[in-house]
């Protein structure tokens, strides 16, 4: 099993909804990623959860919580967003080895904030 | 910082051209270097990789080589598909460091 999988695919949500992205992979990796992407740009690191610690945190705004329950899983919890964080999001996964890693990127959830 | 320069698209092309897309960086250490691509409704992949000077990695009919001298890791596919249509971005990572500094994506569009 060499997949990312993101639920859900697609997510409307209003600003004072509280919401919740999921991620998991079953490949053994100790290292996972939340990137937001843009229409037409590349994607932004958000958090990097390594050995399900939080490595890095990229100065990403307190309504987007991060959390890694176990080091198949990923979660984004969502709460007060802004129609500007409407965006593709995107989970990833490596082996955990920073430097030169073959990251493995799930289809993303599509979120739209109104 | 480190950073990617991509050539920006978008690329229209024939099936069966050659593709070239650029790609130069800035980095105080030592770093790999990358492509990935995005096929529309998806997430990204990683095309190839080469983690030295003068390493060529390669996937797919796709080639790039990672030339330290001009600081450059620049794509080439010397017959490309209308499979091959999708956005491709340019990416290094430093040593010891999980950060993918992206480059702004070039998109590529094969025409039968």
């Known amino acids: 099993d060499t997949e990312v999988t993101q639920t859900p695919k697609h997510l409307v949500m209003g600003m004072t909804n509280k919401k919740s992205l999921k991620c998991e992979q079953h490949?053994?990796?100790?290292?996972m990623y939340w990137y937001k992407q843009k229409a037409k740009k590349p994607p932004e690191l958000m958090f990097v959860y390594s050995y399900e610690k939080l490595s890095i945190n990229e100065s990403v705004p307190s309504r987007f919580s991060p959390e890694c329950p176990n080091s198949s899983l990923l979660n984004l919890h969502l709460h007060a967003l802004q129609p500007e964080d409407s965006a593709l999001y995107l989970c990833?996964?490596?082996?955990?080895?920073?430097?030169?890693?073959?990251?493995?990127f799930g289809s993303g959830t599509q979120l739209s904030v109104l | 910082g480190d950073s990617v320069t991509q050539m920006e698209g978008p690329v229209t092309l024939s099936e069966e051209a050659f593709l070239t897309i650029n790609c130069t960086y800035t980095?105080?250490?030592?770093?790999?270097l990358f492509w990935y691509v995005q096929y529309p409704g998806e997430g990204l992949q990683l095309l190839l990789k080469a983690t030295k000077a003068d390493d060529k990695g390669s996937n797919k009919g796709f080639e790039a080589t990672y030339r330290k001298e001009t600081t450059s890791f620049h794509l080439e596919k010397g017959s490309v598909q209308v499979s091959d249509s999708a956005v491709y971005f340019c990416?290094?990572?430093?040593?010891?460091?999980?950060?993918?500094?992206f480059g702004a994506g070039t998109t590529v569009t094969v025409r039968a």
């Open positions: 490949m053994g990796h100790r290292a």
């Open positions: 990833a996964s490596s082996q955990g080895i920073p430097g030169n890693e073959k990251l493995f």
């Open positions: 980095a105080t250490g030592y770093p790999s």
């Open positions: 990416a290094l990572s430093d040593i010891d460091d999980y950060k993918l500094s």
